[in-house]
């Protein structure tokens, strides 16, 4: 066992997300010759092992400029936000004005934000009655086309990339804020929530590839030891954005009004869009994995004969001058094509099936207890939190139910520092292990998670049993922020862990879990208002905590048999769907 972790069995070749990280004595010492031809990195980061190993293909995203990678990075992260964070939250602090306004109940004014999560997720079957009430039957029929767009999405991205899905997502998420737009101009409130709803549906195909495939493109373009802090900013977005987002909405529809919330927001998808047209080049690549070695019975590494690893040089320069090939580099304008070719070759109804079979694996339900619930207990509170604390003895106005979400703000912006955390975490173990990274190295941050969603959670309880407690608004609004430094590192983790370990499938992995999410978020639209209403708010944050609790019980077995899991899958994949 390596640090508690059960090895596979005797015999079996190491599973993807098992790798040289660092170079120790120990590991230099016992596989001298194999060691040597691993590509390190430069100057402080010497001693770390490059992984994946770059091809010498001067098109692999690995070997682009570092000006290339970041510039593309920081269009991913700023229209992550604008497409993904954005959208959702811009009515949540207007809920119970919004629905006054739009003379509808507070529920449909949620199922606003429930029914454009619903599109992201792919498919619905609750409260069909509601579409069929406020849509056409074209709109119906488009509708029935949204539904099942995520799934398409990690289809098209396998075969032919992830640049056309981003350019896509871009498109239609303006085109859905300039529907929203046209909504406030309509000649009855009836057909103003109709055309809402519609631009909101639309909004949430420029949300899917966005929340979907951001994540699997670093994976793409930047090493294992570079991709905690980005993993993280991302993360970011969903939930420390995504209230401030809402800080600024609350204070914006008092004084402009809802319709400007929109306004505002279009020309920052515009240049979006731009931007992702010229500065978003194909991540995808398919370049042969170095393979140093195979298992020893100890579950260590064995050495390639000479033959095998001879013509591999010895360098620890910087990988971009390792770059030798007759492939020609493409130059900005041919970055600017909409697809560079077809990446996988089998059939659709089989690439689309491929999505579904990850459900048989373990680690999918384990990071579904872990991110996606958590996320949902999170988004979902929101929902409440006007209809919380607008009524006495809050009485709290619009921006006021705005500026609640400071606490979010602050906790999302601190838990940044769980990407650091998760590469700290991965280097050290790696030393303690030899030298050799195992993708569960990953997991023992969010022993800090679920200390920090326990204490947000349970003394949020506490807090709202209380609602004559003196500043018992800025103690909730200080809870929420713990629940959301607690789903961001939680979130970091599993997102790393994803790559790491599963990272042949990890665009079909994302979009399976965004989609369940999403599912969450929209089955929370349905119900969490009433819930909250019925059994009070405190009584729903005592349940969060509660199933929060036990889903990171979890944590424990995945760390100590995640290796088994991972090398059980990659073999079911080699024998039954033909992976190389």
Known sequence: MALGIVEPKKGAQPPPGTEYLVDTTQTSGEHHYEHTHFLHGKGKKHDIILVPQPSNDPNDPLLWPTWKREVAFVVLFFNSIIFAACPGPMIAPATVALATQLEVPVKKVAQLSGYQLLIVGALGYEDISFFDHHLTSASRSSANLFFMYSPIVSVLAEK???????????????????????????????????????????????????????????????????????????????????????????????????RNLFVVLLPLQLFGFVC??????????????????????????????KAETSTQSVTQEPVESTASSTTPKRTFIQDLRLTSGVYNHDGILKLLGRVFIHLLNPAIVWITLVAAILISFFVGTAYTLAQIFSPPPYLLTVSQNGYFFTGALIGGILGVISGPLCDFSARTLSRRNKGVFEAEFRIPVNILAVTMLSIGWFTFMWALERPGLKGGVY???????????????????TGLYILDAFRPYATEIFILQMMIKNFLFYAFSTFINEFAAEHGPANMCKVWGIITVCGFVTCVPMYIFGKVNRSWVHRMHMEYLGDK
């Open 160 to 258: 032919y990339g992830k640049r056309p899905q981003f350019l896509f997502a871009s498109f239609f998420g303006a085109l859905g804020t300039g529907i929203c737009i046209a909504g406030f101009d309509q000649s009855s409130l009836s057909k103003s929530y109709t055309v809402l709803l519609a631009g909101r549906m639309v909004q949430g195909l420029g949300t899917t590839a966005y929340e979907s495939l951001a994540v699997a493109a670093i994976g793409d373009m930047f090493f294992l030891h570079k991709r905690g802090i980005r993993t993280s900013l991302l993360v970011l977005t969903t939930a420390c954005l995504a209230s401030f987002v809402a800080i600024c909405a609350g204070h914006m529809f008092e004084v402009l009004g809802a």
């Open 475 to 493: 103690l909730c609004s200080f809870c929420y922020g713990a629940v959301c430094f607690g789903t961001s590192v939680a979130g970091t983790s």
């Open 276 to 305: 992702a047209f010229l500065f978003i080049p194909e991540t995808q690549f398919r370049r042969n994995e170095r393979k140093f070695g195979a298992a020893t019975e100890h579950g260590g590494f064995a050495v390639q004969e």
